[in-house]
Nanobody, 127 residues
Framework: QVHLVESGGGSVQAGGSLRLSCVTS????????MAWFRQVPGKERERVAG????????RYGDFVKGRFTISQDNAKNTVYLQMNSLKPEDTAMYYC????????????????????WGQGTQVTVSS
């Protein structure tokens, strides 16, 4: 059974920072595209950050506006999401996800393309 384990969520004041981590097995990490999504109750899950391709650069949701950074540690099979300048509207459950690349290389953007999900980690930003 595939597992994605997130950590690093918590409560911070506006302007603060958090770093989320997602660790998985080597097979999952090396075979899939990794991405971060978030969801607020009553709203659709939205992509926060991912990669253009398996060996490509990052891409972010429009709302990120330079505040977040996604990175990978291949030796640890871990994906990170560094979040700075947090705003109350960033409050959500954050999920790590893995999904097969399109045509063997390009990373998908849509939620439905990701078939493995972590349990989520809550991020709460107070004003």
């Amino acid at each position: 059974q595939v597992h994605l384990v997130e950590s690093g969520g918590g409560s911070v004041q506006a302007g603060g920072s958090l770093r989320l981590s997602c660790v998985t097995s080597g097979y999952t990490y090396n075979s899939n595209c990794m991405a971060w999504f978030r969801q607020v109750p009553g709203k659709e899950r939205e992509r926060v950050a991912g990669f253009v391709s398996r060996d490509g650069g990052p891409r972010y949701g429009d709302f990120v506006k330079g505040r977040f950074t996604i990175s990978q540690d291949n030796a640890k099979n871990t994906v990170y999401l560094q979040m700075n300048s947090l705003k109350p509207e960033d409050t959500a459950m954050y999920y790590c996800a893995a999904g097969p690349p399109i045509s063997g290389r390009l990373c998908p953007s849509a939620v439905y393309n990701y078939d493995t999900w972590g349990q989520g980690t809550q991020v709460t930003v107070s004003s």
